[in-house]
């Protein structure tokens, strides 16, 4: 069946460094792509997404680009703050739409 | 104006006890879902309603019941509450069908059994 599978944390880095987080999915079809925030305490929010192969998902100077020959949807940011500390998550709706799986969350601390 | 909504934010029951947490959208959405987020952040699927029809049931103990009064409701229900069953639970909503659309969470009811 279908699965997304994310790099495991917790990352650590300063503020204004570079951020990478892995996301690779296994899907029939064409699958639409998803990553999701969730600041402490809070509920998870939607990030960005892409629906068809080479889109990229920008949101809040993140990015992602949906990469079908790689099965990858990984998710970057240039400059980091502190205020980007929370957890992401990358998640998959099947091409069926009926279907969601979400990866096991990466937890990122932005320090100073 | 919140999208979707869920109470109590906080719950906090002795092991025994039988406890609804409800959760409403405003996103005219046609379906519900519960999801239970342990201490590690992992998320579970646990309920689906579309329609006021049950689709999905991960293996979830029978004393969790949902109940669904309309497609803008989606409540759950624990009976005989276990200590490991302590964990936060998310109400989400979306429409089925539609890969483009993601879902939305509620903010989350965090669930201490003692």
């Known amino acids: 069946g279908d699965s997304v599978t994310q790099m495991e944390g917790p990352v650590t880095l300063s503020e204004e460094a570079f951020l990478t987080i892995n996301c690779t999915y296994t899907?029939?079809?064409?699958?639409?792509l998803f990553w999701y925030v969730q600041y402490p305490g809070e509920g998870l929010q939607l990030l960005l997404k892409?629906?068809?192969?080479?889109d990229k998902g920008s949101n809040k100077g993140f990015e992602a680009t949906y990469r079908k020959e790689t099965t990858s949807f990984h998710l970057e940011k240039g400059s980091v703050q502190v205020s980007d500390s929370a957890v992401y998550f990358c998640?998959?709706?099947?091409?069926?739409?009926?279907?969601?799986?979400f990866g096991t969350g990466t937890s990122l601390t932005v320090i100073p | 104006d919140t999208a979707v909504s869920q109470t109590p934010k906080y719950l906090v029951t002795q092991m025994g006890n039988d406890k609804s947490i409800k959760c409403e959208q405003n996103?005219?959405?046609?379906?519900m879902y519960w999801y239970k987020q342990d201490s590690k952040k992992f998320l579970k699927i646990m309920f689906s309603?579309?329609?006021?029809?049950?689709?999905i049931n991960e293996t979830v103990p029978n004393r969790f019941s949902p109940k669904s009064p309309d497609k803008a409701h989606l409540n759950l229900h624990i009976n005989s509450l276990e200590l490991g069953d302590s964990a936060v639970y998310f109400c989400?909503?979306?429409?089925?069908?539609?890969?483009?659309?993601?879902?939305?969470f509620g903010s989350g009811t965090r669930l201490t059994v003692v």
């Open positions: 996103l005219g959405h046609d379906t």
């Open positions: 899907a029939t079809g064409y699958p639409s």
């Open positions: 998640a998959l709706r099947d091409a069926s739409g009926n279907q969601f799986y």
């Open positions: 892409a629906t068809k192969a080479d």
């Open positions: 989400a909503s979306s429409h089925e069908g539609l890969g483009d659309y993601g879902y939305t």
């Open positions: 309603y579309n329609n006021k029809e049950l689709i």
